[in-house]
């Protein structure tokens, strides 16, 4: 179950530990023997004879939660510009942080970097560091911006994983200046990748977009693209490259 409070999700489960009671709508799947008990204390006397008598309507049963994990997929402009080795290490160290702090939960961390024609998945979504950082040993920069398919890209990879893990939280970070250049179709690049985000949107994705736009003047277009996700929006230059997993979790996702 993916909640949009940013808290660790949790859903109701027959299998999970005890969290709390209440009264059946049915059959009990599982009493709660001492709620039970303080339901009927209260009783006693008015019931009178010996022993503690319990009546149907003291039943309580268990409320179980189970733990459930989480997906984060960066998406990182990784185009022609000065700013993209920053961008880009800025991702990896943010991408091994979450794996370490993902080690002993069912989370899960994956990066698509995109530049000249494609995006790329460079780290599959995966609870391995080992895989991470071999995977990121060579990210090439440089050459034009296809944020169109960078986000079709994590939409593809969403799709996978919502199939895989139905339960758990989705979301996404793209670190851009929201500047595409190349499109998919006929449409212009900020069209395209704005109907794409919608899409991102409407299967549940949460999302931060961190703007790399460095001009006196700003376009806006990161802007455009953070509303169309329904997301969090912020400057990467107000962040320090060390507190993305603080921008993350002041985000909610």
Do not use: C
């Amino acid at each position: 179950m993916r909640d949009n409070s940013g808290r660790r999700s949790e859903s109701e489960s027959d299998q999970g530990r005890y969290v709390a009671s209440r009264r059946p709508t049915g059959r009990p799947k599982s009493i709660a023997v001492d709620a039970t008990i303080r339901a009927a204390a209260p009783h006693q006397i008015a019931r009178g004879g010996e022993g503690f008598k319990v009546d149907e309507s003291d039943i309580m049963e268990k409320v179980r939660e189970d733990k459930v994990g989480s997906t984060t997929i960066f998406v990182v402009d990784a185009s022609g510009s000065m700013g993209a080795r920053k961008r880009m290490s800025a991702a990896k160290g943010a991408v091994l942080s979450l794996l370490i702090d993902a080690y002993q939960k069912r989370d899960r961390v994956g990066l698509i970097s995109f530049r000249g024609n494609s995006a790329t998945v460079l780290v599959p979504p995966t609870n391995s560091i080992d895989l991470a950082k071999k995977n990121m040993d060579v990210m090439p920069t440089g050459g034009k911006t296809p944020l169109s398919d960078a986000l079709m890209t994590a939409f593809r990879t969403f799709e996978k994983e919502i199939k895989q893990h139905p339960r758990d939280r989705m979301s996404m970070i793209l670190i851009s200046d929201g500047k595409g250049n190349v499109s998919m179709s006929s449409m212009r690049p900020l069209e395209e990748a704005v109907m794409i985000a919608g899409e991102l949107k409407s299967i549940n994705v949460s999302s931060l977009v961190l703007d790399t736009e460095e001009s006196a003047v700003s376009l806006g277009f990161a802007r455009k693209i953070s509303d169309a996700l329904g997301g969090r929006y912020m400057r990467l230059s107000d962040i320090e490259s060390s507190s993305i997993l603080d921008a993350k979790k002041g985000a909610g996702l």
